[in-house]
């Protein structure tokens, strides 16, 4: 199931305003590659350029190859629908369907893409809700919608639906910033179990969440304000944060900025 | 000059202003809500006269000017069959332009000139669409007066409205619901018909209510694409009808007072059926709400 991701040379845009720049990198298959850097570094940017979200904003756009094992994601034939389909996302904040129950929620993305008999469903979901830790708290009300859950659970009736569509890679972003410790503690051992079978990339800003969970870690960051934001650099998460190569790596981990 | 400091008593300028707007609202309240109440008393009140079975199951035909009875039996069915059609042609076309407008449009050069003559329409008085309708329906095209040449009429009327309030709700939508479904590989349509029409739905419907309650009273129009008749016409594709607004503008105007209490009813059988679609709107949102199918 999990595939390997190379980008190389990824420009991205917003409109005239470039925010990143020249970003190359190998995300490792069945691993957890964490992006950390400060705010307005443009790592959101680049992990939604991954699954093709970053287009969706008006006037957004993007240079560069992003290959998934062999397939060019921004070939001339690629339809981004299926991109993403293939490479899940979970965002900064919970936001499953208002309109739908929980069970729905999971659904959804099946729903919307397909036929799927109702007892295929009801594996598959009972399956995804398995897999995001949260089954036992909600098996028995998949019929109350999903907005009446507290915000963990929230999220990780997120992480349900979007692996419910059974992708390759699974983005987040900032999965855990609106999330109490607690919480938080759930989706981390969530993301351990869940890199066995996915291509896991997680953007943070908690660095001790990046050193606790991530197998790799990159750090972006911006030469100045207005400025794209690039990588600094790449490695295992352990060099990263005990030897890393650059000055700039090493003043960002120890709080000396951002 | 002293600086005070720490927790004071709130200081008798601000209690004076703050009672004084405080009146300020409450009056103004009152002033927008008194003649509300005194219209829908007024309108009871003589209404309830010739409210009865006759009113609503007889119409005009071979009633006398001078006889009492008679009813607008032909005037409910003209205005429920008018103002169904006005909205079968305005809730899609203001629909569709809504989705245009939030989802496609982008804020470019045709989303603002479409913006821009949706304002010009809201502001069209309504006169002027049902003279639109007569000189081209009616006079180029040769028509004949009907109810669809009303409802025709009454969807330009309709359609801003419509448009606005479809718009508004469109936008009230989270983009994060649309990213989520996005980013699940649903394309963009499938989103809009999934996930963004059903999270608006009650707003939508709030907003086609206000706009049938508002183009279900509009007498001019009619006026000048229905014509009026005594008689019931349930075919709204084929020669004169009636609506309540023109039954209440036609009994009003003659000299009797058994047409006076007529007009009167007339009237208020035109607010009850407003108010029982509001009524139904509400059951239909009330039930479709997430809320309660969760309980």
Known sequence: MAKQIEVSDLDAYYGSHKAI???????????VTAFIGPSGCGKSTFLRTLNRMHEVIPGARVEGKVRLEDEDLYGPNVDPVSVRRTIGMVFQRPNPFPTMSIFDNVAAGLRLNGRFSRSELNGIVEESLKGANLWNEVKDRLGKPGAGLSGGQQQRLCIARAIAVRPQVLLMDEPCSALDPISTLAIEDLISRLKLDYTIVIVTHNMQQAARVSDKTAFFNLAAQGQPGMLVEMDETSKIFTN??????????????G | MTVQTGIQPISAGRRVKDRAVQVLVYLAFAVAVIPLLSVLWLVVKNGLKRFDVEFLTHSMRNI????AGGGAYHAIVGTLEQVLLASLIAVPLGLLTAIYLVEYGNGGRLSRIISFFVDVMTGVPSVVSGLFVLAFWVLVLGMSFSGFAGALALSILMMPVVVRSAEEMLRLVPNELREASYALGVPKWRTIVKVVLPTAFTGIVTGVMLAVARVAGETAPLLLTVFITDSINTDPFHGPQMGLPLYVFDQAGRPTDTAIDRAWAGALTLILIVMLLNLVARLISWWRSPAKRGS
């Open chain 1, 21 to 31: 720049a020249g970003v190359t990198m190998t995300i490792e298959p069945r691993a």
């Open chain 1, 244 to 257: 890393p190569a650059k000055k700039a790596t090493e003043d960002y981990i120890t709080g000396r900025f």
């Open chain 2, 64 to 67: 006398g000017a001078r006889d």
